[in-house]
C-alpha cells in the first residue's frame, strides 16, 4: 500500500501522526501531531490534557473529519505510544502498510433528527 496515495485520498481530513514534517514534505494537507503524553522523556512528566487530547482525536476520527497515520520508523517516544494507538482505536478500520498503518472510520458519518 502506497503511503503518499493514502495520505492524499484523504486530504480533507485532518491527519494526526508521529511524523508530521514527513507528510507535510510529500503534500501540504491539515496535519496535527498525535497527542503528547510526556513532556519530558527525562522526568517522565505526563501533560495534564492528554486524556482530552486523545478524546477529541477518537472524537474526530468517529465523525471522519480526521484520519492517523503511524510510522514504525519514526520514534519520538513523547506521543501517544502505538500500542496505545492500536488498543484505544481497534474499533475503526486499520490499514497496514509497509512500515506503518492508516486508521480511520469506514462507516458513514450521519446525524440523527
Known amino acids: 500500500m502506497d503511503v503518499e496515495k493514502l495520505v492524499l485520498e ?11 514534517d514527513l507528510i507535510e514534505f510529500y503534500a501540504d494537507l491539515n496535519v496535527a501531531n498525535l497527542p503528547v503524553k510526556e513532556l519530558s522523556v527525562n522526568l517522565r512528566a505526563t501533560k495534564n490534557n492528554y486524556i482530552q487530547e486523545i478524546e477529541e482525536m477518537i472524537r474526530m476520527i ?4 480526521a484520519q492517523l497515520i503511524y510510522f514504525d ?11 496505545e494507538i492500536l488498543k ?3 474499533r475503526f478500520e ?12 469506514i462507516t458513514p458519518h ?4
Do not use: A, C, H, V
Open 10 to 20: 484523504n486530504k480533507n481530513l485532518k491527519t494526526f501522526t508521529n511524523g508530521s
Open 62 to 65: 468517529e465523525n471522519n473529519e
Open 110 to 113: 450521519t446525524i440523527d433528527n
Open 73 to 83: 520508523s519514526i520514534r519520538r517516544l513523547y506521543f501517544m505510544p502505538k500500542n
Open 94 to 105: 486499520i490499514q497496514n502498510f509497509y512500515g506503518g498503518f492508516l486508521i480511520k472510520n
Open 88 to 90: 484505544k482505536l481497534e
